[in-house]
């Protein structure tokens, strides 16, 4: 059974692009989470889709924004893209309400922004 | 606010010997706390959970133990291999209010086994 999988591996952009990351979750996972990962810091919480919606969103600014698909891939994108932006992006997914706190994880989109 | 914090950022161990990484959490409302490896290169691994009412929980090689008590959480490794080398996450979950859905992680402990 196929994992979380995310695209693309690596993606560089400069200062003021757009960015959008893409994952598909694990079949038969209806929720979908996406963690920011910055280098020498954990794991920071950005969204959570779950069937279609919206459910909750981190700290983050609006620029970081994200859809859950019918098939519930998911697409996080992040406008006006920031140096401070570059970062590991984690996709994570589980099976849905009653399972959240058991997240399986995809290996992530390298987003370095120049 | 929520933390979930580690008292060491390093640990190092020979092959065969038990590892202990520790982990410190701050939010009581907490309903469970989860272990994750994650290898260089790659995404973070789930490696056990417990729920807030247990103690501890044991799975293959691995024994998780929660002192509520003290707010500490504890990840058990018997028999290390090198295979084990990654940094460890501990994690929580609160299921109420503005975290619904939301895992709080850990800064991360460095595992390094010595064959």
């Known amino acids: 059974e196929a994992g979380v999988t995310q695209s693309p591996t690596h993606l560089i952009k400069t200062r003021g692009q757009q960015a959008t990351l893409r994952c598909s979750p694990i079949s038969g996972h209806t929720s979908v989470y996406w963690y920011q990962q910055a280098l020498g810091l954990g794991l920071q919480f950005l969204l959570w889709y779950d069937e279609g919606e919206e459910r909750n969103r981190g700290n983050f600014p609006p620029r970081f924004s994200g859809r859950q698909f019918p098939n519930y891939s998911s697409e996080l994108n992040v406008n006006a893209l920031e140096l401070e932006d570059s970062a590991l992006y984690l996709c994570a997914s589980s099976l849905g309400i009653l399972a959240k706190n058991i997240q399986y994880f995809g290996a992530g989109t390298r987003l370095s922004v120049l | 606010g929520e933390s979930v914090g580690l008292h060491l950022p390093t640990l190092s161990v020979q092959e065969g010997d038990n590892s202990i990484i520790n982990c410190a959490y701050s939010n009581s409302a907490s309903d469970y706390f989860i272990w994750y490896k994650q290898e260089s290169g790659k995404g973070p691994q789930f490696i056990i959970d417990?729920?807030?009412?247990?103690d501890k929980r044991q799975g293959q090689r691995v024994t998780v133990l929660l002192n509520k008590t003290v707010k500490h959480l504890s990840l058990q490794i018997a028999a290390t291999q090198p295979g084990d080398s990654a940094v460890y996450f501990c994690a929580e979950y609160d299921a109420g209010g503005t975290s619904y859905g939301k895992l709080t992680f850990g800064q991360g402990t460095i595992l390094t086994v010595h064959p």
């Open positions: 417990i729920r807030s009412n247990m």
